[in-house]
């Protein structure tokens, strides 16, 4: 098991990367919430269904922490909206908890986004832990504190920043998710690695086979997990440098509302990432090749790269709403070598224009 | 026109209140906002409708700040759940508003809190300002940073801490209000006194007349908000003396549900204040005699004093869910003498049974 800690003051917390047993998952949580008057268990209805390690994790909580109850969230991205964030709210009501309670996240990246929202807006704000059961979850959703839901107008329009008290991340449940979902969720180990750990770069080319084993794994998802914890303790407000993170996600949101979200986010995210290395070669800010090593790499993973056929004016069109730009410009995230990350602002017509002849 | 300064380090704001020009509102915003890329004005659409000082407000604002538009929120009370949220949020979207934008919230409580919880979650928060339209929230809602809105559970059940940049409190906008509002502010304006300012209670005291004169109200007003300020800058999450400006609340958000919302929420404060003062006469921590001035005090202002017709088993129930307790007890605010606020920690049981007998 590797911990890593988040240094963020008094909001400082670890995070276990690993294949967790019950035990030691409960273990961890238990000590992290110190005394809480009940713990709230929020896990994605799919995730309670399928893996066999939901059961055993209550039961070790349970045996730890007073009124431990399970309430069952929306699969998915059905999670990710208002109407359920009330639903848990409510239930949370019904049940007692109060401000002493924790919430506990269990499952992929909507789950703990729902989880710790409800966490940060329920009386004002109440403690929570995240137990994420996908790649895309652990590497990405789990650290950073950032929580939220969707509304009509576009994704994670509504959030909070709000940092958990501990994250333990069982790869162990990694073993009821599709192969779709593992490379989904490696798509951002490769964006860790392209913003700022060559050496986790370089190491992914080296695989030769379509996805990593379980004996490296859990290295590189604690890499990835790494890279994301230094930026966003340096960072936490996304005022500068957090921003890189937001590599690769600006044309991968668009493309991803565009599809319905047909793609997955890690999948939009591949296509972000190649369309954002062809603007970088284009503008003379990326090192010439980098584009095509990263196509070559993910299409390995089994992600989508047929970013030429996924361009159009439609899908261009919705960055419009991107929330990261301020008045008309968009702060763009430039790759020029692995292990590096610029920020560039440009005018969104010209963001346009650039992308699809560049593209 | 009295400037009271809010102390909290980098979040620290100004509240102005008298009887201001929308000019002077308007300029008192603008220098607060600094330079924002956009002004989103929500306003209560009853204000809206009846106030001749909205329109001016708008026109200052448009002569200062870019894209200024107004959006209606739903009448009072009706605001205050998540999907007008919602609504509100969808419309901030589609109409370009983005992370340099500042929202300013005018209403009463339930538009400005409504109005500060959407700057807290729109893109994991945003700046905002408050311009109180009502004796309630002039005194009350728009200091301390509490947003939030209901769920069917209860009232504030879901919210988050949000300072405002300043918050400019016209009492021109008091001119619209039916009596009965100016009264149920009052409420609060007693509450500041018996909690923490021995002197406005006694000004208030003496005051021969149904209600204050436009000549007074502002410095009672301003004396009030003060209390609320001192109170609030030294315990901003409410992890302690902050309490104490509940006082009246417990019994009072109790009484306020179970009338349907038909008690206005100051009306609801006069029951539960006078609630507190019998219990604590009961309990020998309130000097005798105290709950009959306050009786006779609340009376002369128009407020509801009828708390013995009001409680009821059904009434008591509804403490249950406030979220105020901490696992199975209550923390309760009494005042000993005019001036002094202390905290007791009570088992639910016991304090029911306790108001039951000593109301």
């Known amino acids: 098991m590797t911990i890593l800690s988040v240094p963020l003051g008094d909001r400082s917390y670890d995070v276990h990367i690993g294949t967790l047993t019950a035990e030691e998952t409960a273990e961890r949580l238990a000590e992290a919430m110190g005394n809480p008057s009940g713990v709230a268990v929020l896990v994605d209805e799919h995730v309670a269904e399928v893996s066999p390690r939901v059961a055993p994790l209550l039961a070790a909580l349970a045996a730890?922490?007073?009124?431990?109850?399970?309430?069952?969230?929306?699969?998915?991205?059905?999670?990710?909206?208002?109407?359920?964030?009330?639903?848990t709210c409510q239930w949370l009501a019904e049940s007692g908890?109060?401000?002493?309670?924790?919430?506990?996240?269990?499952?992929?990246?909507?789950?703990?986004?729902?989880?710790?929202?409800?966490a940060a807006i329920y009386l004002r704000g109440?403690?929570?832990?995240?137990?994420?059961?996908?790649?895309?979850?652990?590497?990405?959703?789990?650290?950073?504190?950032?929580?939220?839901?969707?509304?009509p107008a576009g994704k994670n329009l509504v959030g909070a920043f709000h940092q958990p008290c501990v994250v333990?991340?069982?790869?162990?449940?990694?073993?009821?998710?599709?192969?779709?979902?593992?490379?989904?969720?490696?798509?951002?180990?490769?964006?860790?690695?392209?913003?700022?750990?060559?050496?986790?770069?370089?190491?992914?080319?080296?695989?030769?086979?379509?996805?990593?084993?379980?004996?490296?794994?859990?290295?590189?998802?604690?890499?990835?997990?790494?890279v994301k914890i230094d930026v966003v303790s340096e960072d936490e407000r996304e005022r500068g440098r957090r921003a890189i993170l937001n590599f690769g996600h600006t044309f991968g949101h668009a493309v991803e509302a565009?599809?319905?979200?047909?793609?997955?986010?890690?999948?939009?995210?591949?296509?972000?990432?190649?369309?954002?290395?062809?603007?970088?070669?284009?503008?003379?800010?990326?090192?010439?090749?980098?584009?095509?090593?990263?196509?070559?790499?993910?299409?390995?993973?089994?992600?989508?790269?047929?970013?030429?056929?996924?361009?159009?004016?439609?899908?261009?069109?919705?960055?419009?709403?991107?929330k990261k730009r301020r008045s008309d410009k968009v702060r763009f995230v430039f790759v020029p070598r692995p292990g590096e990350a610029v920020l560039h602002d440009i005018p969104l017509a010209e963001l346009k224009q650039e992308l699809q002849s560049a593209i």
Chains 1, 2 share one sequence.
Request: hydrophobic fraction near 50%; include cysteine.
């Open 64 to 87: 730890r922490l007073p009124c431990v109850r399970m309430f069952r969230l929306p699969r998915g991205e059905s999670a990710k909206n208002l109407a359920a964030v009330e639903r």
């Open 168 to 226: 333990a991340a069982d790869l162990g449940f990694l073993g009821t998710l599709p192969g779709r979902a593992i490379a989904a969720g490696m798509a951002e180990v490769v964006k860790a690695g392209l913003v700022a750990d060559a050496e986790l770069f370089a190491s992914l080319e080296a695989i030769l086979g379509p996805a990593l084993g379980p004996e490296r794994l859990p290295a590189a998802v604690a890499r990835a997990v790494r």
């Open 97 to 118: 908890y109060d401000r002493g309670s924790v919430i506990v996240g269990v499952g992929g990246g909507a789950a703990t986004d729902h989880a710790g929202f409800v």
């Open 258 to 322: 565009a599809s319905g979200y047909e793609l997955l986010h890690g999948e939009a995210v591949s296509l972000g990432m190649l369309a954002a290395l062809a603007l970088g070669e284009a503008r003379g800010v990326t090192v010439p090749g980098l584009a095509a090593r990263t196509r070559g790499l993910l299409a390995k993973l089994g992600l989508p790269v047929d970013v030429k056929a996924r361009v159009s004016p439609a899908v261009l069109d919705r960055m419009e709403v991107d």
């Open 126 to 151: 109440i403690a929570f832990a995240l137990c994420p059961t996908t790649l895309l979850a652990a590497v990405d959703a789990s650290v950073g504190g950032k929580t939220g839901v969707d509304i």
